[in-house]
């Protein structure tokens, strides 16, 4: 399972800024990694996003942003949420 894409799914204003649902990335990376990958692909609109949201990795909160993310985790980006 090495090799397996981490699969990322966006949120709310994130998925408006990545201008899509999810999309697949290359294992092999902690979430700063991600995060630094996810800038490099979508650029300024993404950016100020990603510095704001919480990530879930399997439906866990992420805490530790350097430990490798599991080979075919599902990511979750949730930008934070207005109203209630």
């Known amino acids: 399972m090495e090799g397996t ?3 990322v ?3 709310a204003g994130a998925r408006a800024a990545a201008g899509r649902a999810e ?3 290359p294992a092999g990376r902690s979430l700063d990694d991600l995060t630094a990958e996810l800038t ?3 650029g300024d609109r993404l950016a100020p996003v990603l510095r704001v949201a919480s990530f879930l990795v ?3 909160t992420c805490h530790d ?3 490798p993310l599991p080979a075919g985790a599902t990511i ?3 930008p ?5």
């Open 58 to 60: 399997n439906g866990v």
């Open 65 to 67: 942003r350097q430990a």
């Open 76 to 78: 979750d980006v949730l």
């Open 40 to 42: 490099r692909r979508h």
């Open 80 to 84: 934070p949420f207005a109203g209630g």
């Open 9 to 11: 799914r966006y949120f």
């Open 23 to 25: 999309e697949a990335i």
């Open 5 to 7: 894409p981490l699969t």
